[in-house]
């Protein structure tokens, strides 16, 4: 693993000893007189690859290295299935449960029955509004939009665009952290709207990061603004394709800068071509390290103190909350350095020489 790419931000070392903030510790109680079992439900593999191709491999690697039993489960967007899995894996005996939750209402059920049951619980990588996770593992989300607003900026400026006019593919309504990337990306943006110094163009949220749906929205958006958008903030790489697949249909690709998230193999990909401005790097195998350390104490009936929380209406919830990074097309080399993709992936026949172009050797 590459140093220096990703930190933990304010944790310091997760070390064994008492937290108060974690409030009821039943399920620290029940765990400690079982057999450790560690459940994780993942939610799709459609709005992201990385939940199938990285959480997943990087999860299991850990709970491996540590001998615990372990069942990783993906929902595929279905809340029904969700719902089923964690109650299939409470009365299979896990004794931590790790979610990334399809919306908060689904989360906090599943939440609160693992909590009856004497489970414990971490939120993984979306928080659970109102819910009753003991931890909470994540990226600084704001951060991860204010990148994205200063990345689409920067390529604007690049382009030497006068008044731009930007348009907004955001994330699920229902994910709290399509809001904090938001709240990033405003963050930036909002105040060239306000100067008249960029343009507000058509803004529209992706029901369920659903990449299809996004090609359509976006379709429509280019035709309300008479086909003049000049820069895209898409919230992830998934909805980022989606819009240069109708750019390139109306011979715009390259000339629009649209950003993106979760630096995927067809993000990485688009970058090198010059179709997509800049992604987000998330390095998941940090992520996935810190819950997995969280879960396996918690399912052996340890605490560990994070030393740091997340506000959660009146609850202060535990948290992990780590560093992203912005990747621009110099900078592509650092995600395959990082172990996160392979050369092999990114650097097919069709981006052979744009890999060596960026360094990629």
Do not use: H
């Not at 590459?2 to 009821?24: E, F, N, P, Q, S």
């Not at 060239?192 to 299809?212: I, M």
């Not at 690709?253 to 800049?278: F, H, R, W, Y």
Request: aromatic share 6%.
């Amino acid at each position: 693993m590459r140093k220096g790419i990703l930190t933990i931000a304010a944790v310091g070392l997760l070390t064994t000893g008492g937290l108060t903030a974690c409030g009821d510790d039943s399920g620290d109680k029940a765990a400690s007189t079982k057999t450790p079992k560690i459940g994780v439900i993942l939610p799709d593999s459609k709005s992201s690859a990385r939940w199938e191709t990285a959480d997943r491999r990087f999860l299991e690697e850990a709970f491996k290295a540590a001998n615990v039993k372990y069942d990783i489960q993906n929902a595929q967007n279905d809340k029904t299935a969700f719902q089923t899995i964690a109650d299939q894996m409470i009365t299979g005996g896990v004794t931590a449960l790790m979610i990334v939750n399809l919306d908060s209402g689904t989360g906090k059920a599943v939440l609160d029955k693992a909590k009856s049951q004497g489970v414990a619980t971490i939120d993984y990588d979306r928080l659970t509004l109102g819910g009753s996770a003991q931890y909470y593992v994540s990226f600084d989300n704001e951060t991860v939009g204010k990148l994205q607003g200063e990345g689409l900026s920067k390529c604007l400026t690049e382009k030497g665009a006068k008044n731009p006019v930007v348009s907004y593919l955001n994330g699920s309504p229902t994910d709290n952290n399509a809001t904090l990337f938001k709240a990033g990306y405003d963050s930036v943006l909002k105040p060239k709207f306000d100067s008249k110094e960029y343009v507000k163009g058509p803004e529209d949220a992706v029901p369920a990061w659903d990449n299809a749906q996004a090609a359509t929205i976006f379709e429509q958006q280019l035709t309300k603004a008479n086909g003049k958008i000049d820069g895209v903030l898409a919230a992830n790489d998934g909805l980022g394709n989606a819009a240069i697949s109708i750019l390139k249909k109306n011979k715009l690709n390259g000339k629009v800068p649209v950003t993106g998230q979760d630096a995927s193999t067809e993000g990485l990909q688009n970058i090198l071509a010059g179709d997509q401005c800049m992604t987000v790097y998330k390095a998941v195998r940090e992520e996935a390290k810190a819950a997995s350390d969280l879960a396996i104490a918690l399912a052996k009936g340890e605490k560990k103190d994070t030393g740091q929380t997340v506000k959660d209406g009146d609850r202060d919830v535990p948290s992990v909350l780590l560093t992203p990074k912005a990747i621009y097309k110099d900078t592509v080399k650092d995600v395959i350095a990082d172990g996160y993709v392979t050369k092999e992936e990114v650097c097919t026949a069709a981006y052979a020489k744009l890999c060596a172009d960026a360094g990629i050797s």
